[in-house]
C-alpha cells in the first residue's frame, strides 16, 4: 500500500508541473468511498495539504456513481483543471486514477500494496508526504514557501457540494463475424459496427456482408443466394457492471440478395439482386476493460419482407426472406 501512495503522490507532483507550464494550478481531488478507518483519512489530508502549501489549487468532490476512468477523464477536461485523480475504496479493489488533460492520458494504481508492508496510519501518511517533498523539491515551481502548519488528523469528504460530471459518451467501433439466417436462406460473413453510447441512450450502424451463400442444385441447374445487410438501431442501455454495458436494440435497414443462376445443358441460368425491407429487435453486451478496448456481442430477431423464391425451372428451390435471427461478435476499439 505504501508503494500505491507513492505512486499517487509522485503523479500529482509531475502533473501539477505540467499545470504550472500552462499557467493553471487546479488540481481536481475525487474521493469516493472513503472507509472508518483513520488510516485512509490520515494520508489524504497531508496529500491534500502538501498540494496546497505547494500553490496548488485543490478542489475536492465527492463524483457520482460512473466507472472510474470516466469520472476523472470527465473532471480533467473542465475549464481551468490541469489534472484530476481520483481515490476510489469502493471499487472491487480499491484503485487510484489519474487524468492529465494536457497530455491527454490516464494511469491506475492500485491502492492496496500487493507486497504487504507496514500499515500503521502514521507510517503510511508520513512516507506518503516524505516523497511527495522530495518529488517536489526536484521540480523547478520556484521559491518553496516555509513548511506548512500541522495537517488535521481527518478529512470530510461530504463536506464540499459536488458537482455532478456530465452524462457519459462513447463511440465503439467494433470488427467481426455475423451470422444470419432469414427463411432457408443463411450466411455467415465479416461484420462492422459503429455504436455512440450515452448514459441510458446510444445509437448504432451495422454492414454485414461479402460472405458465405446458400446454395440449391437441380437437374436444370443451381442457384446460388447469398445476403448482405445494413441496419441502423436505437440503443436502451445501463451497466449491470462498471465495464459492462447491457443494451436492448430496435432497428431498421435494407437486406440485399445477390442470386446466382448457372443452367445444365439446354437451360439457361441468370443473376439478380433483390431488395428487402428489414426490422429487428435484439440486445447486446458491450465490455471495455481497457481504455481503448471493447468486446461486443449481439442477438437479433429480423423480419425480411418481402420474402423471395427462388427458382429452378420453375420450380421453387429456396425462400429467403421472412422471419429468422442475426448474431454478431466483434472486437474493436472504444474511441
Not at 493553471?24 to 488510516?39: D, K, N, S, T, Y
Given at each position: 500500500?505504501?508503494?500505491?501512495?507513492?505512486g499517487?503522490?509522485?503523479?500529482?507532483?509531475l502533473?501539477?508541473a505540467g499545470?504550472?507550464?500552462?499557467?493553471?494550478?487546479?488540481?481536481?481531488?475525487?474521493?469516493r468511498?472513503v472507509p472508518?478507518q483513520p488510516m485512509a483519512?490520515?494520508?489524504?489530508?497531508?496529500?491534500?495539504?502538501?498540494?496546497?502549501?505547494?500553490?496548488?489549487e485543490?478542489?475536492v468532490?465527492?463524483p457520482?456513481?460512473?466507472?472510474p476512468?470516466q469520472v476523472?477523464?470527465?473532471?480533467?477536461?473542465r475549464?481551468g483543471?490541469?489534472?484530476?485523480?481520483g481515490i476510489?475504496f469502493?471499487?472491487a479493489?480499491?484503485e487510484?486514477?489519474?487524468?492529465?488533460?494536457?497530455?491527454?492520458?490516464t494511469?491506475v494504481?492500485p491502492?492496496?500494496?500487493?507486497?504487504?508492508g507496514?500499515?500503521?496510519?502514521?507510517v503510511?501518511?508520513?512516507k506518503?508526504?516524505?516523497?511527495?517533498?522530495?518529488v517536489?523539491?526536484d521540480?523547478?515551481f520556484?521559491?518553496?514557501?516555509?513548511?506548512?502548519a500541522?495537517?488535521?488528523?481527518?478529512i470530510?469528504?461530504?463536506?464540499?457540494?459536488?458537482?455532478p460530471?456530465?452524462?457519459?459518451?462513447?463511440?465503439i467501433l467494433?470488427?467481426?463475424?455475423?451470422?444470419l439466417?432469414?427463411?432457408?436462406?443463411?450466411?455467415l460473413?465479416p461484420?462492422?459496427?459503429l455504436?455512440?453510447l450515452?448514459?441510458?441512450v446510444g445509437?448504432?450502424l451495422?454492414?454485414?456482408?461479402?460472405g458465405t451463400?446458400t446454395?440449391?442444385s437441380?437437374?436444370?441447374g443451381?442457384?446460388?443466394?447469398?445476403?448482405?445487410v445494413?441496419?441502423?438501431?436505437?440503443?436502451?442501455?445501463?451497466?449491470?457492471?462498471?465495464s459492462?454495458?447491457?443494451?436492448?436494440?430496435?432497428?431498421?435497414?435494407?437486406e440485399l440478395l445477390?442470386?446466382?443462376?448457372?443452367?445444365?445443358?439446354g437451360?439457361?441460368g441468370?443473376?439478380?439482386?433483390?431488395?428487402?425491407?428489414?426490422?429487428?429487435?435484439g440486445?447486446s453486451?458491450i465490455?471495455?476493460?481497457?481504455?481503448?478496448l471493447?468486446?461486443?456481442?449481439?442477438?437479433?430477431?429480423?423480419?425480411a419482407?418481402?420474402s423471395?423464391?427462388?427458382?429452378?425451372a420453375g420450380d421453387a428451390?429456396?425462400?429467403?426472406?421472412?422471419a429468422g435471427?442475426?448474431?454478431?461478435?466483434?472486437?474493436?476499439a472504444?474511441l
Amino acid at each position: 500500500m505504501i508503494r500505491a501512495w507513492a505512486g499517487a503522490a509522485l503523479l500529482i507532483a509531475l502533473l501539477g508541473a505540467g499545470a504550472h507550464a500552462e499557467g493553471e494550478r487546479r488540481v481536481a481531488l475525487l474521493i469516493r468511498g472513503v472507509p472508518a478507518q483513520p488510516m485512509a483519512a490520515e494520508v489524504l489530508a497531508r496529500i491534500r495539504g502538501e498540494l496546497r502549501a505547494a500553490r496548488f489549487e485543490v478542489v475536492v468532490t465527492t463524483p457520482g456513481p460512473d466507472v472510474p476512468r470516466q469520472v476523472v477523464e470527465t473532471e480533467a477536461r473542465r475549464p481551468g483543471v490541469a489534472a484530476a485523480m481520483g481515490i476510489f475504496f469502493d471499487a472491487a479493489e480499491p484503485e487510484v486514477w489519474v487524468a492529465d488533460a494536457r497530455s491527454g492520458r490516464t494511469t491506475v494504481e492500485p491502492l492496496m500494496d500487493p507486497a504487504g508492508g507496514e500499515q500503521r496510519p502514521g507510517v503510511l501518511a508520513a512516507k506518503a508526504v516524505d516523497l511527495l517533498r522530495a518529488v517536489l523539491a526536484d521540480v523547478p515551481f520556484g521559491e518553496r514557501p516555509p513548511p506548512p502548519a500541522p495537517a488535521p488528523a481527518a478529512i470530510s469528504v461530504s463536506a464540499p457540494a459536488a458537482i455532478p460530471p456530465p452524462a457519459s459518451r462513447d463511440w465503439i467501433l467494433l470488427a467481426g463475424v455475423g451470422w444470419l439466417r432469414a427463411g432457408d436462406v443463411q450466411t455467415l460473413a465479416p461484420a462492422l459496427s459503429l455504436t455512440w453510447l450515452g448514459r441510458h441512450v446510444g445509437a448504432r450502424l451495422m454492414v454485414t456482408g461479402f460472405g458465405t451463400s446458400t446454395e440449391r442444385s437441380r437437374a436444370a441447374g443451381n442457384a446460388r443466394v447469398g445476403q448482405e445487410v445494413a441496419l441502423a438501431e436505437l440503443l436502451g442501455c445501463w451497466r449491470p457492471r462498471g465495464s459492462v454495458r447491457a443494451c436492448l436494440a430496435l432497428g431498421a435497414g435494407g437486406e440485399l440478395l445477390t442470386v446466382q443462376g448457372t443452367g445444365t445443358a439446354g437451360y439457361q441460368g441468370s443473376d439478380q439482386t433483390l431488395w428487402s425491407g428489414l426490422g429487428t429487435a435484439g440486445g447486446s453486451l458491450i465490455w471495455t476493460p481497457r481504455r481503448w478496448l471493447a468486446v461486443g456481442a449481439d442477438a437479433r430477431a429480423v423480419a425480411a419482407l418481402p420474402s423471395t423464391a427462388v427458382r429452378v425451372a420453375g420450380d421453387a428451390v429456396v425462400r429467403a426472406g421472412g422471419a429468422g435471427v442475426a448474431l454478431t461478435a466483434g472486437v474493436g476499439a472504444s474511441l
